[in-house]
């Protein structure tokens, strides 16, 4: 495949492990989180940390949009598809994430009209076709997904579609960011920063993490190449004695971000003082709200939504996963209670969660593997 | 209360003559000098003897009451199109003749959506699909049956489509649709058409196929490009914008599998054909049923860049979706040459290639050697990325 192969090369991949061994100094350690979920998925589907020496391990951050969704968002979602009127649509991720009440899956069984869609839009088609019927989009996604939830209000504004509403979920990477940079049992090197967001916010909103936290980061792309490259710019940063941010990922990232999408967002949409994630909890100006001129097309304005708080199960440990406190199989119940099919934590549940990534695709003893796979 | 006629709603303008009935008449023409009560009584025992042929356009339930429109259906249709000696007697089951020996017994559902796709249609799968679950048991397919669970208002002509194509699929695969089965649903309480066929085969040859039977340093085989099946319906389904130059696989696979049989003989451990859950879930089966390890290598999966290209784009791993005419062969190491030469030489093998081998350890597990270097485990799925695919 153009523009695929080419970061997925093997013999390229070798000789830049081997530039990374060698920046490695003897004795010392590398802790480096990936932020953004999708980075987790290529690094597991990939096996890329064949090709990492074992001073660096990889730590998976918490940009997986719907493993930082709390159970009480799931139970407020459900509470507004049961409504009589109501037809919800949701990206096919979020079916299976369990809330308080169980998942969107089990109330489409018990009755309520949950629809997957591909893109927001859908939603507008599907509001179209049905004039009687308020359709509610579950609005969930970093910086990335957010420009196209605003696109599909100020739409729906324009078309005069009174019975579209936004279930608006939409959350902020650097908030994220800093909570785990502020938790007590940090032990990260540097970080490697999401790609899909940094197309919309560009790299000037991380510059703070070096300045004021002593991390460097290197915004990264997608394929395998591009991580085991970013992982390679961090490890020279620490030989040179650097703590900067960098672009790996500037074929697609300008360093100012995309003006007209972060336009779109501020017309539609402002910050929330707080919102609660799975995990870390309540962390301030962490959200995205729409504005109060957008009121007709928010559903937590339209309805009344229950907004109860349910406390994770005692068991889960998703908020020290998702925080790179501990190893997912470190959890007391990975792998036994908590599997991809019945989910305790939402890590498990979409196929960019840390959990999910290494019970799919990581779950054997690597040298045991080596020597199988020589052959 | 008097109803105002004056401001009813009209409801478009009605048909200005009853086509149906002056077809009648037209299709009786030239009797109408008969008068005599015997001579109209013959006229009737004519009319009904001669071959039924379905007026409506569309199912009704009373194609599933079990009368005359029933009897119509049947005998216009399913017989018109499967017409075979055992069929023709129309009992209540079909007795057949089969030489001393052990038969392979098999049955499936088909539920795809859409009914028609590129390179074929439910009609198709029907047959091919339960035509290759004899065929992966090592038999020789004879006889099957059919089963049509219709929706009220479902068009004959699609029916006589799809009935065309189990027709034809049937011959290609040189067996015979000898009993069936029609019922009608009322409308909103199934989607279209669904069939069931089960089928029964015979087994020649003194083998045992098991997917328990795969043991350390066999070899895996691939009869052709996995993922054409699924991607197909997955586009036909036209929800997600995407077009692209594939077509389905859907095709009889007893025809390979006994030349791969003959070149291989009781070297060949199992055989599967790769449809729900595509190479990875029967991986996976051989993998737990015979405590191995299934290494395989990524750069040998052969996958169309089409498929590739869209399954990228639909965030799904080829290695899960389904085929409809490719089979997994595991071949021990002595005669996986000559198992690989016969599958190329077949016209649905020629894309026939060495996806993996078998190991010892770690067992109950698939292995890939990705193409990036590294390796990873190849799980069963969960979920279901692509319902209702066959």
């Not at chain 1, 934590?345 to 045991?368: I, K, P, Q």
């Not at chain 2, 029609?182 to 015979?202: H, P, S």
Request: with cysteine; glycine share 10%.
């Amino acid at each position: 495949m153009k523009y695929v192969d080419e970061y997925r090369d093997a013999d390229t991949a070798r000789a830049l492990a081997t530039k990374i061994a060698g920046l490695c100094e003897p004795g010392r350690r590398y802790s480096l989180m990936e932020i953004c979920g999708g980075h987790t998925h290529t690094i597991y589907t990939h096996g890329l940390e064949d090709h990492l020496p074992e001073s660096i391990s990889l730590v998976h951050g918490p940009g997986c949009p719907v493993c930082v969704i709390p159970m009480g968002r799931v139970d407020d979602a459900i509470a507004l598809a049961e409504q009589d009127d109501v037809i919800m649509t949701s990206f096919g991720d979020m079916m299976r994430v369990p809330g308080g009440r169980g998942s969107f899956f089990d109330s489409k069984a018990a009755g309520a009209d949950i629809r997957m869609v591909y893109s927001p839009l859908d939603s507008l088609k599907i509001a179209r076709k049905n004039p009687d019927k308020r359709v509610i989009f579950f609005a969930i996604g970093f910086e990335t997904t957010t420009p196209s939830t605003a696109m599909t209000v100020l739409r729906a504004a324009a078309e005069g579609l009174d019975n579209f509403a936004v279930f608006c979920n939409h959350v902020r990477v650097t908030p994220a960011i800093t909570a785990i940079l502020s938790s007590p049992d940090l032990h990260l090197d540097g970080f490697v920063g999401p790609g899909h967001v940094s197309t919309v916010i560009g790299c000037e909103p991380y510059t703070y993490i070096p300045r004021e936290h002593g991390k460097p980061i290197v915004v990264s792309g997608f394929e395998p190449l591009d991580i085991l490259t970013s992982v390679y710019m961090l490890m020279q940063q620490f030989a040179d004695g650097r703590c900067e941010t960098e672009n790996e990922y500037a074929r697609v990232v300008p360093w100012a971000g995309n003006p007209k999408a972060l336009g779109v967002i501020d017309r539609v949409m402002e910050v929330r003082d707080t919102f609660e994630w799975r995990g870390p909890g309540w962390i301030p100006e962490s959200a995205m709200q729409l504005r109060a001129e957008y009121a007709a097309f928010d559903a937590e304005r339209i309805y009344q939504v229950p907004g109860v708080r349910v406390a994770d199960p005692k068991a889960c440990q998703c908020g020290e996963v998702l925080r790179g406190a501990i190893k997912p199989w470190e959890c007391k119940v990975f792998g036994t209670a908590c599997t991809p099919e019945t989910p305790i934590g939402t890590c498990m549940v979409s196929s960019e969660g840390a959990c999910a990534a290494y019970y799919n695709f990581g779950r054997f003893s690597r040298s045991r593997v080596k020597e199988a796979t020589s052959a | 209360m008097t109803q105002d006629l004056g401001s009813a709603i009209p409801i478009g303008p009605g048909p200005t003559r009853a086509g149906w009935a002056e077809e009648a008449v037209t299709a009786h023409a030239g009797a109408e000098h008969l008068t005599r009560e015997e001579q109209v009584l013959e006229r009737i025992a004519r009319a009904r003897a001669r071959k039924p042929r379905i007026r409506e356009e569309r199912i009704t339930l009373s194609h599933g009451a079990g009368g005359k429109a029933t009897q119509t259906l049947i005998e216009a249709v399913f017989l018109e199109a499967f017409r075979n000696p055992i069929l023709e007697q129309l009992e209540d089951g079909a007795s057949l003749s089969t030489p001393a020996g052990r038969l392979a017994f098999t049955t499936d559902s088909y539920v795809v959506s859409p009914l028609f796709f590129p390179g074929g249609n439910i009609g198709d799968l029907a047959v091919n699909g339960t035509v290759n679950d004899l065929a992966m048991c090592g038999a020789r397919p004879l006889h099957l049956s059919a089963g049509f669970i219709l929706e009220e208002g479902f068009p004959v002509a699609d029916l006589q489509r799809i009935v065309a194509s189990m027709a034809a699929a049937a011959e290609a695969a040189g067996v015979q649709i000898v009993t069936g089965d029609t019922k009608v649903v009322e409308r909103g309480k199934a989607d279209g058409c669904y069939i069931t066929t089960a089928g029964v085969g015979l087994l020649e040859r003194p083998l045992t196929l098991s997917a328990a039977a795969a043991q350390p340093g066999d070899v895996v085989l691939v009869s052709g490009p996995i993922g054409d099946h699924g991607i197909t319906v997955m586009l036909a389904r036209g929800e997600l914008d995407i077009e692209a130059d594939i077509v389905s696989d859907t095709a009889p696979l007893h025809g390979i599998t006994a030349d791969l049989l003959d070149a291989a003989g009781d070297g060949v451990r199992l055989l599967r054909d790769a449809t729900r859950g595509g190479v990875a879930t029967i991986c996976n089966e051989v993998a737990t049923a015979s405590g191995v390890a299934v290494v395989l290598e990524e750069k040998a999966l052969p996958i169309r860049p089409v498929v590739n290209g869209a399954s990228e784009l639909l965030g799904i791993d080829p290695m899960y979706v389904a085929c409809e005419g490719r089979l997994v062969a595991v071949v021990a190491p002595d005669r996986a040459d000559a198992a690989l030469a016969a599958l190329q030489a077949h016209p649905l093998g020629e894309g026939a290639t060495k996806i993996g081998t078998i190991g010892a350890d770690p067992p109950g597990l698939v292995l890939l050697k990705t193409a990036f270097g590294g390796t990873r485990i190849v799980d069963l799925l969960v979920g279901d990325p692509l319902p209702r695919i066959c």
